[in-house]
């Protein structure tokens, strides 16, 4: 039963490995598309810039989700303290860089969007 428990859990991480790296792949293909039909054709390079980083940063936030999970089951494989102690420094890097991008996108999505309407200044009929 344990080995089958091992061998279910390494290729559930294999999977998640390979889910994270096509999400991180296509995100970054889909960005650098973007900021190529947005900056060279249309000559708006500073808007598509900020829309690039915020569609690429969703994509890595996402793709850093799935290699945290795939890690935990790496780890229920073969738990040693030194297994354990890998996996703590791993996930605490990968949370905080992600913790960072997510605080860094709400902050570029607060700039790119635009004010939002004065109500006091509407006009009367």
């Known amino acids: 039963m344990h080995t089958y428990i091992r061998e279910f859990a390494t290729l559930a991480a294999l999977l998640l490995e390979g889910i994270a790296t096509a999400i991180i792949v296509c995100g970054s293909l889909r960005a650098l598309y973007l900021y190529a039909t947005q900056c060279l054709l249309n000559r708006a390079c500073f808007p598509a810039f900020a829309r690039t980083r915020l569609r690429l940063g969703h ?10 999970g795939a890690d935990i089951l790496k780890s229920a494989i073969a738990p040693t303290w030194n297994d354990l102690g890998i996996l703590a420094a791993i996930v605490a890097i990968r949370s905080a860089i992600n913790a960072l991008l997510m605080w860094e996108l709400k902050l570029t999505g607060a700039a790119s969007d635009p004010p939002p309407a004065d109500p006091g200044r509407a006009k009367l009929p």
Not at 59 to 68: Q, V
Request: charged letters at 10%; zero cysteines; aromatic letters at 10%.
């Open 59 to 68: 994509a890595l936030s996402l793709g850093l989700e799935f290699l945290i």
